[in-house]
């Protein structure tokens, strides 16, 4: 590991910049904010641990779901990018077995790595993620020992973008580092991250938010055998085409919602279950087209036939999309996110929660985003739903416009401007 004061003194001037614009698409004269962030983060991991002679510095970013909603936990296809948004760390071995990391904003989680059993009274809690991913280094054989850690967050919590899978992309990352001289491939850290996720945490999640975040740039990725994914990059300029990506936060009231997110994947199941299969990939579209009025008196749940409507067509559309990014079709492109939408408020209805019917803070982003961009652009219920964001692509001639009236009605800062990043989770070479 290389000197703290040296890495600070190269941070400082510039000497890391070129690396950090690619890292973050950006330009070099843009590089140096980000420089000082990572100044930032080692400043706050001394304040917290005290002083340090060797740091290593990491990253993993959030991520946007460009298609494919809820499609990968029915073992579907999703097109997915990585954005310049993102959680990093300074971190170092304490020679001690207890895993110490400290996140501005919330308390110490300390990880004793001599017990990684599942605890139940820690489910939905940052802890139990860390050591969930610790685990599964442990059972492929690795000698995890203690580390400290400080880490900082811009990626927008409960926006969608997914800041818990970055989390646990960036533990992952920074086990690999300290401990697996890097020898664990993101595929493999990504699923390690799910299974903190689903065991742990006890949150039901497919793959999708993990594997973009570890992997990066723009990928289409086909969760058939969820244990063999088949990941393939998909080049995504949007400033050739004159766009840019928006994430526009509603203000939503976050308030627990994995009932809401659960009932998803347990109804897909439900009607996969008919035809004695686990999963909708498993499952015939033709047949169930024909089998509609059985599965209806089958299972009593009208939703839950429409949300396998949404996958059927939403898994086809994520495909297309994906094909018509090679041919540089941008116009179908968009046309297809317009269809995406439209099919997740009709048909997958995860735009409001139906125990807050009230509550429609994403319906009226919605709706805002049909009224200011008319014809142009496209846009569309940004991750999970019922609550957080929506995904805008927003022409720059419209983009400054576009959004002041957003934020007029959202309010300051609700609108936010992103790019894809080209990298997964990362560490810096310093």
């Known amino acids: 590991m290389k000197k703290v004061d040296e890495i600070r003194a190269s941070l400082t001037g510039g000497e890391y910049n070129e690396q950090l614009a690619y890292l973050y698409a950006c330009g070099e004269d843009k590089a140096q904010s980000y420089a000082n962030r990572y100044i930032e983060v080692m400043d706050g991991f001394e304040e917290i641990f005290g002083k340090a002679d060797e740091l290593k510095l990491f990253s993993a970013p959030g991520r946007t779901e460009i298609g494919g909603n809820h499609t990968d936990h029915q073992h579907g296809c999703v097109l997915a990018g990585s954005v310049n948004l993102d959680v990093i760390a300074a971190a170092r071995p304490n020679g001690t077995d207890i895993i110490r990391i400290k996140s501005k904003g919330y308390n110490m989680d300390e990880v004793d790595v001599n017990d990684l059993s599942i605890k139940e009274e820690q489910f939905d809690k940052a802890i139990s993620l860390i050591r969930g991913v610790t685990k599964k280094f442990v059972d492929m054989g690795y000698e995890v020992k203690g580390f400290d850690a400080y880490t900082i967050s811009n990626v927008l919590k409960g926006s969608g973008l997914s800041s818990s899978a970055a989390f646990e992309v960036l533990i992952g990352t920074m086990i690999n580092g300290l401990f697996a001289g890097g020898e664990v491939n993101p595929v493999e850290i990504a699923k390690f991250g799910q299974y903190a996720e689903n065991v742990y945490y006890n949150k039901p999640s497919g793959l999708l938010d993990q594997m973009s975040s570890s992997v990066g740039s723009t990928v289409a990725i086909d969760f058939k055998d969820n244990d063999k994914p088949v990941i393939k990059k998909a080049e995504f300029d949007l400033a050739k085409h004159g ?59 009208d939703r839950a036939v429409l949300r396998a409507f949404h996958f059927f067509h939403e898994n086809r559309r994520a495909q297309q999309e994906a094909r018509l990014l090679e041919e540089d079709d941008f116009e179908g492109f ?3 996110i317009k269809e995406s939408g439209h099919s997740s408020y009709m048909y997958l209805q995860n735009v409001y929660a139906s125990c807050m019917p009230k509550a429609q803070a994403v319906s009226l982003t919605l709706a805002l985003c049909d009224e200011f961009l008319g014809e142009r652009g496209a846009y569309r219920v940004h991750g999970g739903g019922f609550a957080g964001t929506v995904q805008a692509f927003v022409p720059f001639d419209m983009l400054e416009e576009f959004k002041a009236k957003i934020e007029a009605v959202l309010g300051e800062g609700m609108c936010h401007v992103l790019s894809i990043r080209p990298i997964g989770g990362y560490e810096l070479k310093l």
């Open 243 to 301: 766009h840019a990506l928006c994430i526009i936060d509603s203000g939503a009231d976050h308030a627990d919602l994995t009932d809401e997110y659960a009932s998803i994947p347990a109804e897909m199941k439900q009607v996969a279950g008919f035809f004695g299969k686990e999963y909708l990939r498993d499952v015939d579209e033709a047949e169930f087209m024909e089998k509609i009025p059985q599965i209806r008196e089958a299972i009593s749940n």
């Open 334 to 336: 968009l046309a297809l």
